[in-house]
């Protein structure tokens, strides 16, 4: 069994979240940007299917009223595949459904400044096995893989309230490309397993010449499957990020570094069908400005179809 196979989800999500300009680093995640499900070389051929679900809130302060919370929630429901072209590569595709909704909290006084539901920037990625050994007698194999993707600009970036833009950070969108380049390694000796990740990711500026920090982010787990149909596993994973620009100048209240505790727990409901559900805390959050960062949900069912 390969460790953690997830995918196909149903998720349903409740949050609080940012306003006026709103300053929170809304499309950092921390980990790995690809999914469990390439952490093992596949059989050519192979593809799989599935849905994840996300939520997270996120609040900050803003720089241009003092004293005003913004707060942003965010729930995405994500359509995923991934295919093994060979047997020691893989290819994965996201596609978003994002639904933000923006809220400032001026002295008490709470004011709705967006609530938008759409197609967010859709993910594509490859993940390369350089190195691949397996010991049969000891029941283990060591894994080493080279991953590159990007973001695209699909999701919408200009939507306006009243003829005013909505804030950069309420858009479905980010308007711009976010290639990244990451590193992997994993072992395997039944029932155990672990891996390593580090991701670079970088943001290019868009049209408003607002650009999103760079990004680097970490991950390190731990993995234990008694079964060949269940398996939990815990995790440390992190991001440090930069604080975005606009026309080059420095937006406050935005980048900084969060490392979350991430437990999570699968189990196979069918040979092909897989239910997966993880939570991530943070434990240390040292973020730029005022800003607050609450846990993310995320829940997954992954169908192999092939």
Avoid at 46 to 68: C, I, K, R, W
Avoid at 76 to 91: C, E, F, K, M, Q
Avoid at 195 to 203: C, P, S
Avoid at 245 to 255: D, F, I, W
Wanted: contains cysteine; glycine residues 12%; negative net charge.
């Amino acid at each position: 069994m390969t460790s953690r196979t997830l995918l196909l989800l149903t998720a349903t999500v409740l949050g609080l979240a940012a306003a006026r300009p709103a300053r929170a680093c809304s499309v950092c995640g921390c980990g790995d940007p690809m999914l469990a499900i390439t952490e093992a070389a596949g059989m050519g051929g192979d593809l799989q299917l599935g849905v994840q679900g996300e939520a997270l809130t996120m609040t900050a302060g803003s720089d241009e009223a003092p004293g005003v919370l913004d707060r942003l929630s965010q729930q995405t429901v994500r359509a995923i595949a991934a295919y093994s072209p060979g047997d020691y590569w893989n290819l994965s595709l996201q596609i978003p459904i994002v639904h933000k909704r923006l809220v400032s909290d001026d002295a008490g006084v709470t004011t709705v400044t967006s609530d938008l539901t759409g197609l967010g920037d859709v993910e594509l990625g490859a993940r390369v096995f350089v190195f691949d050994a397996a010991r049969l007698a000891e029941r283990r194999r060591d894994t080493v893989a080279v991953s590159v993707g990007t973001s695209l600009p699909t999701g919408a970036s200009d939507t306006s309230e009243g003829g005013v833009r909505i804030d950069q950070h309420g858009q479905l969108g980010t308007g711009a490309f976010g290639p990244y380049v990451g590193l992997l390694y994993r072992v395997r000796k039944d029932p155990f397993g672990a891996y390593l990740t580090a991701t670079v990711r970088y943001r290019t500026e868009n049209s408003y010449n607002y650009r999103f920090g760079w990004a680097v982010l970490w991950a390190a787990e731990g993995q234990y499957e008694p079964t060949d149909w269940a398996g939990v596993a815990l995790a440390i994973e992190g991001r440090r990020a930069a604080a975005d620009t606009a026309a080059g100048e420095t937006v406050g209240s935005t980048g900084g570094t969060v490392v979350a505790v991430s437990p999570s727990a699968h189990v196979r409901l069918l040979d092909v069908l897989w239910l997966g559900a993880r939570v991530q805390v943070p434990a240390v959050v040292s973020l730029y400005g005022q800003q607050k960062v609450g846990p993310t949900y995320l829940l997954d069912i992954q169908v192999k179809a092939l």
